[in-house]
């Protein structure tokens, strides 16, 4: 049993061992480079080097869902639909010992799998994190807070990757059809991978808090909604991950922007000029508005990541708790 399980996983070991190995052609290069530019590197890298970083993210965010979808969910649901599990039913072989089996392979070969991405491209892109965390530009690359890149970095694909196994499975179980099983694991993944990023991720750790004043050669500030919000970019704390922000009034209170701020930047044909927006804020903070940042300092990645691990291995045990229950209980 356990050789016919590992046959189902070798192709996906084999290419992600191949994207592996490629990966690590370049990175010492990268390395060599960030030893000698410092935060300054990410205006020296080439567009290859850009290309080869935006794969890394997609590969790795990406081998979760992929193994939920195509490891997770057929690997029981297609037997059931078949009824090639009597076969080892009726052999002696119970259905609580199959199924562990079963997950206790898959889900290694998918920790794995997603361990040894998340590590290749992490260590690939470190010198650029380093990079942006030192106060490197940002316009084109993440700082290791983003919700983008944090789920890209550190241990915490592979925890993804044992959630949407075991969810997959857990889905096959219940549907018993393949290809819905599929379609339906992937839907509940990438619907936990939205949750989790905007309202669970920002309380995993303790946050900080700062207020700006609104003044022309402050904080970078740009506008939102037609004029009605600002946001503040916090370039003096880099890597940080701007969690909420707020405008306060003169008295310190949460406020809407005045109308006369949409007036000020109001014109005929096109955007305002940089005189013209300076102007303008320069107005919104002689009237006394600041700007609240609430946002998670790039010295919390650690905390957050094993936050967030704990958190999907404790959602995986649960998962693997209702498939011993379920497959006990309610299969026939």
């Not at 060599?32 to 590197?41: E, K, P, Q, T, V």
């Not at 380093?130 to 694909?157: E, W």
Request: aromatic fraction near 10%; proline fraction near 6%.
């Amino acid at each position: 049993m356990i050789w016919l399980t590992w046959r189902q996983f070798r192709t996906q070991a084999a290419v992600m061992f191949a994207a592996v190995a490629a990966l690590a052609v370049t990175g010492p290069q990268l390395a060599d480079l960030y030893r000698a530019a410092g935060s300054s590197l990410v205006d020296r890298l080439s567009s290859s080097d850009q290309t080869v970083y935006y794969a890394g993210l997609v590969v790795v965010l990406a081998v979760p869902a992929v193994i939920g979808m195509f490891s997770g969910a057929p690997l029981i649901s297609r037997e059931l639909e078949t009824g090639t599990h009597y076969l080892a039913w009726n052999q002696g072989v119970t259905r609580t010992r199959w199924l562990a089996t079963k997950l206790a392979l898959g889900a290694a070969a998918a920790m794995t799998a997603a361990g040894l991405a998340a590590l290749a491209v992490s260590w690939w892109s470190s010198p650029i994190d380093r990079a942006v965390n030192g106060g490197g530009a940002t316009d084109t690359y993440f700082p290791r807070l983003d919700p983008v890149a944090f789920a890209a970095r550190g241990v915490v694909p592979i925890a993804h990757a044992a959630f949407a196994f075991v969810l997959g499975v857990a889905l096959g179980l219940v549907i018993r059809r393949t290809l819905p099983a599929m379609a339906t694991t992937l839907a509940v993944y990438a619907a936990v991978q939205i949750v989790v990023p905007l309202w669970i991720r920002p309380h995993l750790a303790a946050t900080d808090r700062t207020t700006v004043p609104i003044e022309p050669g402050g904080a970078p500030i740009s506008i939102q909604d037609g004029a009605k919000q600002i946001v503040a970019h916090l370039d003096e704390v880099p890597g940080a991950w701007i969690t909420s922000q707020q405008t306060l009034n003169a008295a310190g209170q949460p406020a809407s922007l005045p109308s006369s701020f949409a007036d000020c930047l109001h014109t005929e044909s096109g955007p305002p000029t940089l005189q013209q927006f300076d102007r303008c804020i320069a107005d919104l903070g002689a009237q006394g508005y600041k700007q609240q940042v609430t946002y998670q300092p790039a010295g919390n990645f650690w905390a957050l990541q094993w936050a967030e691990t704990g958190l999907y291995l404790g959602l995986t045990l649960a998962l693997t708790g209702f498939c011993a229950w379920w497959i006990r209980r309610r299969l026939t």
